[in-house]
């Protein structure tokens, strides 16, 4: 059965103090993990694709990496704005060509001045 | 970047009472569009898939006559929630693009329904 694990549940920083949220996945047939950020009462916002192992991917003070079973997501020197739910999500066949996500229970991020 | 708007972004009824909600790609065609659900605290699962022209794909445990989906364009696809009931109360998200291609899901900004 296709599944996304992701960990920590919760994350409490300090401004600047860096971190990684972990996100491991057991699928048939990977076609792409997924990073998003979430704010409350918002829809996901979409961060990164990787699609193989070793791939690398930055944005500002995010970083995400992949291997064979799991992803990363970086947050160095992390600002008060970076406080939200991160969403990792791998999609998978599904019927034809057609694909469709399947989502981790997301790593709540709160970072504090 | 690529834009799916929901609308309404937050209704409350009465229970019995049909709820139709609106989710639109604004700036690129969708020939499939999803609909998922998500609870406090709780991830998004995946409800249906919303194929323009032909009928909707449910997840196992949907109810299909409940949620009712029309996709009957490149840009809109509807999802009707029929007689609800409190224990339909959630958030509501669509989602669109990144169904064939290398290219992501990019999320409309929810709609919280409250059933009384």
């Known amino acids: 059965e296709d599944q996304v694990t992701q960990s920590p549940e919760a994350l409490r920083l300090q401004e600047g103090e860096s971190s990684s949220l972990n996100c491991s996945y057991t699928?048939?047939?990977?076609?792409?993990l997924f990073w998003y950020r979430q704010d409350p009462g918002k829809g996901p916002e979409f961060l990164f694709t990787l699609y193989s192992a070793g791939e690398e991917k930055e944005k500002e003070r995010l970083k995400a990496t992949l291997t064979k079973k799991e992803s990363f997501l970086h947050i160095t020197a992390p600002k008060p704005e970076d406080s939200a739910t991160y969403l990792c999500?791998?999609?998978?066949?599904?019927?034809?060509?057609?694909?469709?996500?399947?989502f981790g229970t997301g790593t709540l991020l709160a970072v504090q001045p | 970047g690529a834009v799916v708007s929901q609308h309404p972004s937050w209704v409350i009824c009465k229970s019995g009472t049909s709820v139709k909600i609106e989710c639109r790609s604004l700036?690129?065609?969708?020939?499939?569009m999803f609909w998922y659900r998500q609870f406090p605290k709780q991830s998004l699962m995946l409800m249906a898939t919303s194929n323009e022209g032909s009928k909707a794909t449910y997840e196992q445990g949907v109810e299909k006559d409940k949620f009712l989906i029309n996709h009957a364009s490149l840009t809109l696809s509807t999802l009707t929630v029929t007689s609800a009931h409190p224990e339909d109360s959630s958030f509501y998200i669509c989602?669109?693009?990144?169904?064939?291609?290398?290219?992501?899901?990019?999320f409309g900004d929810g709609t919280r329904l409250s059933i009384l």
């Open positions: 999500a791998v999609r998978v066949a599904y019927g034809g060509a057609t694909n469709k996500l399947i």
């Open positions: 699928v048939s047939g990977l076609r792409g």
């Open positions: 700036d690129f065609q969708a020939t499939t």
């Open positions: 989602s669109a693009g990144g169904d064939r291609s290398n290219q992501p899901q990019h």
